[in-house]
């Protein structure tokens, strides 16, 4: 079956789009990558959707309007990647939409938000349309996140030692899995351990002007402002006390708690500050939190994705902190571990998550679960989402005799399995 996973982070900045052919091969889903594509969100989009995340206060009608527009951006993703990926034969479309809330308070969730309509997908491909993965985890008493950590388990389970999947986007989580392949040490855990890009980004376009050719600066561009800071000690210090670190897992915040107001009233205790010096905490501040995250499980590999991969500064600060190895080496010092990135491993770093939602999206269309609750604290385990038909008939597959428990990336297995039991998924 070739699924085709859409995503748009907590940087908003671009819909990663990825499409795979998922075969299922007794208790294994193999996923074969066929590519992946980005396309960035236009500049008015992009600038209407960061004016009304939180803090700041949106109408309905701004939200009507945004679900709209960014239901038309991932379903224009979705044409594309299906043409160019798939050679127009996707059966299916997963997506993850974009998040503009996610109410969280005293250690509980209780709703989540995500838009991007997608009617608008299901119209304009003709594939049927998997979406609105989070709430159903929510209403089980669930975090609603990170939810991609049922594919992070299936896909390290039988790994050695203690691997823990890392994902620094605007907002860094973790799902680690005790035991590796001895299948020992308890259950496996995931949440988000704080800011990842989300603070780095903020101050990088309130303090760091504009770039050579004019444009304004939108990231710390392979760590060239952190290279040239210095990390602040009373401010890193402020930051840290923070309490959400304490907080005990499973646990999620977002951008709705880590913001540029946030971090200006962090900076109002510390006097004015360049921006290297601000960008250079803050990364600090990321490897740091991240660090202390994964500490206390023991370690032994630490598989990274997301756009935080591309800042070295932050990879070199963040293996400092674990005391880790790069990935040429078999094996960290002693007490560390080694760090690498998902691409050693067949997914791309970029866009792992997109990957992953087409994994959650062949478990919706199959009826199966799409979470672990230990990982997001659920009462059970749910079926995700929502089904948007993509044409006037809709007949989904069966449940396989077998549900999956792992899942391994590489190349086709041949035609057998889902591949020939998804065939009528596709609407007429």
Known sequence: MRVVG?????????????????????????????????????????????????????????????????GQAFAAAAVRAD?????????????????????????????????????WIAEATGRPVVSGFRTRDVAAGG???????????????????VPVALNLGGIGNVTVLPGGAQGIGGEPLAFDTGPANALIDAAVRSMAGHDASGRPYA???????????????????RLLDDPYYA????????????????????????GPLPAEDVVATLTRLTARTVADAIRPFGATEVIASGGGTRNPVLMDWLREELGAAGPARAAGPAGGCVVRS????GLPAGAKEAYAFAVLGWLTAHGLPGTVPACTGARHASVLGSITPGGPGLRLPRPPATAPVRLAVGGRTGE?????????LRCS
Request: charged fraction near 20%.
């Open 6 to 70: 859409l995503m748009s982070g907590t940087s908003y900045d671009a819909i990663d789009a990825a499409a795979a052919d998922l075969s299922l091969d007794d208790d294994t889903l193999v996923l074969a990558p066929l590519g992946t594509i980005s396309t960035a969100y236009d500049d008015d989009l992009r600038a209407d959707l960061a004016g009304a995340l939180p803090p700041a206060r949106a109408d309905l009608a701004t939200v009507c309007r945004l679900d709209t527009r960014i």
């Open 83 to 119: 043409e160019e990926l798939c050679g127009g034969r996707a059966d299916l479309v997963a997506s993850h939409g974009q998040t503009v809330f996610h109410w969280a308070e005293d250690g509980r969730v209780h709703g989540t938000l995500q838009i991007g309509e997608a009617a």
């Open 143 to 161: 975090q609603g996140a990170p939810l991609v950590s049922i594919v992070d388990v299936m896909w390290l389970r039988g790994r050695p030692g």
């Open 219 to 237: 990231m710390d561009a392979g760590g060239a402002l952190a290279a040239r800071g210095a990390v602040h000690p009373m401010l890193l210090r």
């Open 247 to 270: 907080l005990p897992a499973p646990k999620t915040t977002g951008k709705e708690h880590f913001h540029l107001p946030y971090l200006r009233s962090a900076l109002d205790s510390c």
């Open 342 to 345: 998902s691409d050693e491993l």
């Open 416 to 424: 057998s399995g889902s591949r020939l039991s998804m065939s009528n």
